[in-house]
């Protein structure tokens, strides 16, 4: 290496020192600049601030020293107690409000449980007279010497009815599926007629040998309505070659019934039938040695005799 080239290094080390001399002297700078303005910052936050309070009175004022830093936080205090202070008036105020509600509800429900002795005690009077059986029995047991007034207070039931009315929807929740089980069970008979085969075992009037009948047949004249003897839905109605022109229907709650050996048909399968409703014309088709109608009866997918179901439902 030549002088010149020694000379260009040496220069450019002294240049590199400069630059980082200066470099090094403006951060220091900028350092002590972000101090002396938190110093400034911190001197504000500590300047006293006085505060004076003058009487009406002849006296003399009052004067408060504090530093700015404590006014600004004696000011969050104050906010932040008085919506300690406000929040708890909200919450005292609900309480109050819901113990009204509570005393409220303990009252009417008081009421209920007084309504529902004395119906009690009626009901248990009226069924006692009631299990006599006899007009003149009744008559003879009535106690009429009291005073009917003191077992039933009529305005004050009326007031309890009322108020607690919601509990008919037990009632009506009740009666909604008694009605619903009463639709579903086969009542009454299918086609006018006489029974010629009960349910159960006998000679088979074709084969002559002993079988099981799974249902009765009733005699009737050839083209005789045939009626659902319950609500449902009719799941089969085609020809069979045993049965002949054949409907069953499906009523729900385990029951099923079925209607053979018609002369034609009245209804579809999916079809909806109301208790009543016209299903078939009865004839003698399929295995059958005279006109008639083979009625079944079926419960939770069982045969039972319909020889009960042949009353109606009291």
Request: aromatic share 8%; charged share 25%.
């Amino acid at each position: 290496m030549n002088i010149y080239g020694k000379y260009d290094v040496v220069m450019l080390r002294r240049k590199s020192r400069i630059q980082n001399r200066s470099r090094d002297e403006s951060e220091s700078g900028d350092a002590r600049e972000h101090m002396g303005r938190l110093r400034a910052y911190l001197k504000q936050s500590f300047t006293s601030v006085t505060i004076m309070v003058i009487p009406h009175a002849r006296q003399k004022p009052l004067r408060l020293r504090v530093s700015a830093l404590g006014l600004f936080c004696c000011i969050c205090l104050t906010f932040v107690g008085a919506g300690y202070v406000v929040s708890e008036g909200v919450r005292t105020a609900e309480y109050y409000g819901m113990k009204k509600k509570l005393s409220y509800f303990s009252s009417q429900l008081m009421e209920v449980k007084s309504a529902m002795l004395t119906l009690r005690k009626t009901e248990s009077e009226f069924s006692k007279l009631v299990s006599l059986n006899s007009k003149k029995k009744i008559l003879e047991q009535a106690d009429t010497s009291s005073d009917m007034g003191s077992i039933i207070d009529v305005d004050l039931l009326k007031k309890q009815v009322r108020e607690t009315i919601e509990s008919v929807a037990e009632i009506r929740e009740y009666v909604r599926e008694e009605k619903s089980v009463y639709e579903s069970t086969p009542t009454g008979w299918p086609v006018r007629g006489q029974i010629s085969s009960p349910f159960g075992p006998r000679i088979h009037p074709i084969t002559g040998e002993e079988a099981f009948h799974s249902g009765i047949d009733i005699r009737a004249n050839p083209g005789s309505p045939v009626k659902a003897t319950a609500d449902g839905i009719v799941s089969f109605a085609n020809w069979r070659d045993d049965t002949g022109y054949c409907v069953v229907l499906e009523h729900g709650h385990g029951y099923t019934t079925v209607y053979a050996h018609n002369r034609s048909l009245k209804v579809k399968v999916g079809q909806r039938v109301h208790r009543g409703e016209e299903i078939s014309l009865s004839g003698s088709t399929g295995s059958s040695t005279g006109p008639h109608v083979h009625y079944e009866v079926w419960k939770e997918g069982r045969h039972v005799n319909p020889a009960p179901y042949l009353k109606d439902l009291s």
